[in-house]
């Protein structure tokens, strides 16, 4: 038998008569083995750190090497820092006041893990930080997180699908296929159902066997969406007492129930329990239900309700008195009268809602002179230096949309309104309809938070011009101006809105402009009007670069920009460096407004936008809605 000494020189003179790569390789399998066997240390890190050195080595015995080095130093350090936490308890159970561990303590309290450049975007931020950008992006936008990596698709589906529109009726097939693989998927995937919060429903059958098949398919559907909590019926016919029974017994805790359509023939709404919204747009009070069923819904949901929608049609008589004596309104956040008769007794009851921080009010005044009165009746007190000031009539209030029909000649009660709205620093939105502008140009300069803004100047001049762009506060959002008259194209003011850097959705409108239409001109010549017409609207979006969406007459566009090849400044390829990198801009033209939309309607880039933009101010229940 041969000695250790004899062996080890064997093997001594064995590994000297071994090639350098297969030197290198014994040197791998020996390290690879005492790291399988937990005696990393100093030794192996010198045989992996020569085996690095050696040139030529095969690609994956390198990459097998750096991971098992890789693996074995993270190992390493992880129990000697297990070894340290375990130290620190020790001395804190010994000797708990002692400042050192007291000191490490806080500091591991503050520590901040540091993320490299050469780690992926989704590991760089937690997971809200990347929903919270992704709430500020227009859904048209946000799609493309779809196509960038599982992570952003999945805070973009949770967003993209929160509110559903689904279309049932009319001649648009395609729209009535896609709700019904809508209900076939919610039924089939739970976890699709879940994403689900908001679903709209537009019918338009006429009584037969066609909806009574849909009304089914529905049931059968609606219990899938375990998730909604908002739920809104839109169109005809209107939601029945079954109806309200079959959401009832399978969403009992709506937060939100809208009932938009003609009639309201919804008997038994009242018994919903907790509901924070509540939509009723009816042409008049000739429906299945009574109207004391309306006043029943606010006085059931007393404790939470917050947020009140009413609409009606101008042209029926219509009274919403004795809803508006419910205690309910007093409690109220968000009140929107649309399209409807205003009494004195209910304008009287809103301006004793204190705790409101939105109204619309869009209709008639029964009493024109009472509602002076009652707006001229707001103080504003001064709270001594430095204290700024308080009103007394609805101090809280942050958006307010104004639209009155048949009384623009009603100077008196728009000078009191203005009164009213003056040096209101919380005033985030605004919309005054047909407030004379020399009001308005007065007003603006006082609401130091304004952001959102409709206005409309009858005759759009450069004086006029120059009133609002001096009067509007640089960190406007959105802007929707309409005038009848004006001296040049509207296009043409692009240029003056850059001094708006925040600037993110304008709509120019001009009452007497219009697309061309191809039956009243010859083939070429609409042609001509048409490229005319988008040449002028893609104008305003190349000239405001920070915008992402564009109303042109009546009209919604997304803005899509995309940066081409750099410009040179001399027109010579060798200068590129010293030009500057040509953008193209495209415009995606959104679907127009459908008939009997409210709240929401298309898509426009966030709350500021769909607020300027509402679809159901005003609504038109004789012609569909084209604009």
Not at 64 to 72: D, E, P, S
Request: one cysteine or more; aromatic letters at 8%.
């Amino acid at each position: 038998m041969s000695s250790p000494d004899e062996l080890t020189a064997t093997v001594f003179g064995a590994v000297q008569a071994l090639s350098n790569t297969r030197k290198a390789n014994l040197l791998l399998d020996t390290a690879l083995a005492l790291i399988a066997a937990g005696q990393y240390g100093p030794d192996v890190e010198n045989y992996l750190e020569v085996y690095l050195r050696t040139p030529d080595l095969p690609r994956n015995h390198v990459v097998k090497a750096l991971l098992a080095r890789g693996n074995a130093r993270k190992a390493g350090g992880e129990s000697l820092l297990a070894k340290a936490e375990q130290d620190f308890r020790t001395v804190l159970k010994l000797d708990p006041s002692n400042p050192e561990i007291q000191h490490h303590l806080r500091r591991e309290r503050e520590k901040v893990k540091i993320h490299f450049a050469h780690d992926p975007a989704s590991a760089r931020a937690p997971v809200e930080v990347w929903e919270r950008i992704a709430s500020f992006i227009p859904r048209y936008h946000l799609r493309t997180w779809l196509f960038v990596s599982a992570f952003h698709r999945d805070i973009a589906v949770r967003l993209i699908f929160h509110t559903l529109d689904l279309y049932f009726g009319g001649d648009d097939q395609e729209a009535l296929n896609r709700g019904l693989d809508v209900f076939d998927r919610a039924k089939a995937d739970p976890v699709f159902a879940s994403r689900v919060k908001s679903l709209r429903l537009h019918w338009a059958y006429e009584e037969g066997d066609m909806l009574d098949l849909m009304i089914r398919i529905f049931r059968s559907a609606l219990p899938a969406f375990k998730a909604l909590r908002d739920f809104e019926w839109i169109g005809y016919p209107e939601m029945r007492a079954e109806m309200v029974q079959t959401i009832l017994a399978s969403h009992p805790h709506l937060h939100g129930l809208g009932l938009v359509g003609w009639h309201f023939d919804a008997i038994g709404v009242s018994s919903f329990p907790s509901l924070r919204k509540f939509t009723l747009r009816a042409e008049d009070d000739d429906g299945f239900a009574p109207m004391a069923e309306i006043r029943a819904v606010l006085d059931r949901n007393a404790r939470t309700l917050r947020h009140l929608v009413l609409g009606a049609y101008l042209a029926r008589h219509h009274s919403w008195d004795a809803v508006f004596q419910s205690s309910v309104i007093r409690t109220l956040t968000h009140l929107d009268l649309v399209d409807t008769r205003i009494s004195q007794l209910v304008l009287g009851r809103v301006a004793h809602a204190s705790a409101l921080v939105s109204l619309t009010l869009h209709g008639t005044f029964e009493d024109v002179k009472g509602a002076t009165v009652i707006f001229a009746g707001d103080h504003v007190l001064d709270e001594g230096e430095g204290g700024g000031r308080q009103h007394t009539l609805l101090p809280h209030l942050h958006s307010f949309r104004f639209l009155l029909v048949g009384h623009d000649d009603q100077h008196p009660l728009y000078a009191a309104v203005a009164a009213f709205l003056a040096h209101r620093p919380l005033l985030r939105r605004l919309d005054l309809g047909s407030c004379p502008w020399e009001l308005v140009r007065s007003l603006l300069p006082t609401l130091s938070g304004l952001k959102v803004l409709g206005v409309r100047i009858a005759h759009f001049n450069s004086a006029a011009a120059q009133g609002l762009w001096g009067a509007l506060p640089r960190g406007v959002h959105a802007l929707h101006l309409t005038t009848v008259v004006a001296e040049q194209d509207l296009n043409e003011h692009a240029p003056a809105l850059r001094a708006f850097p925040a600037l993110a959705f304008l709509h120019l409108q001009n009452t007497a402009t219009h697309r061309p239409k191809p039956n009243l001109v010859s083939e070429r010549e609409f042609a001509q009007q048409t490229e005319g017409w988008v040449a002028a609207a893609r104008g305003v979006a190349r000239a405001l670069p920070g915008l992402d969406f564009l109303g042109w007459h009546g009209e919604h566009y997304v803005v899509v920009r995309r940066t081409g090849e750099r410009r040179p400044l001399d027109g010579r390829r060798e200068n590129e460096e010293e030009g500057e990198a040509e953008e193209e801009v495209e415009l995606k033209e959104l679907p127009c407004r459908r008939h009997l939309d409210c709240g929401k309607g298309v898509d426009v880039g966030g709350e500021d936008a769909t607020w300027l933009e509402r679809k159901d101010v005003p609504i038109d229940y004789e012609m569909p809605v084209v604009s």
